[in-house]
T-cell receptor, first 113, second 113 residues
């Protein structure tokens, strides 16, 4: 069975500082990996995804993530955060196009002015 | 134009009542989903339909019954509401043969008193 772990439930960071949100997954087969963001009182929207190819994936709003197969990780990074990045971030995994998406428990990013 | 819309946005009702949540997408997608997000932000899939056919049915009480009249609509009917049903319910859609991105609606906050 697949599972997704996000080790940090809350990450406070000062504005313009870098941030890394950690994600590890477990699966016996190849997977597709995603990061979604949920702003307060809104639905989720896709930040970036890894399907195949280059292990460094760039997404919207200056975020990027690196897929590490040996460590089964897909950590999200941003070199300089803004107040507007304050949100809940979810890592997710799925095996095939008809399989369900498994979401991690989420990391709440709080950007401090 | 809203890509994935849900009605109502808020729903407050008493235990034992029956209620429905409606979802519509105008993205031309062939797959739709219902997710439940609890008070700790944990997101779990409930159902998924592809071309009006149920393809994912998680361990959900049979008081919950999804209905997909066509590819653009997926409704959720809940019978005999319980306190534990209080949550935010998200509808999402995607293209099964595409880039696997799911587009989420704004959510319906259900409060059972």
């Amino acid at each position: 069975a697949q599972s997704v772990t996000q080790l940090d439930s809350q990450v406070p960071v000062f504005e313009e500082a870098p941030v890394e949100l950690r994600c590890n997954y477990s699966s016996s087969v190849s997977v597709y990996l995603f990061w979604y963001v949920q702003y307060p009182n809104q639905g989720l929207q896709l930040l970036l995804k890894y399907l195949s190819g280059s292990t460094l994936v760039k997404g919207i709003n200056g975020f990027e993530a690196e897929f590490n197969k040996s460590q089964t990780s897909f950590h999200l990074r941003k070199p300089s955060v803004h107040i507007s990045d304050t949100a809940e971030y979810f890592c997710a995994v799925r095996r095939t196009s008809y399989d369900k998406v498994i979401f991690g428990p989420g990391t709440s990013l709080s950007v401090i002015p | 134009d809203t890509a994935v819309s849900q009605t109502p946005k808020y729903l407050v009702t008493q235990m034992g009542n029956d209620k429905s949540i409606k979802c519509e997408q105008n993205l031309g997608h062939d797959t739709m989903y219902w997710y439940k997000q609890d008070s700790k932000k944990f997101l779990k899939i409930m159902f998924s339909y592809n071309n009006k056919e149920l393809i994912i049915n998680e361990t959900v009480p049979n008081r919950f019954s999804p209905k997909s009249p066509d590819k653009a609509h997926l409704n959720l009917h809940i019978n005999s509401l319980e306190l534990g049903d209080s949550a935010v319910y998200f509808c999402a859609s995607s293209h099964s043969g595409g880039d696997y991105e799911q587009y989420f609606g704004p959510g319906t906050r259900l409060t059972v008193t």
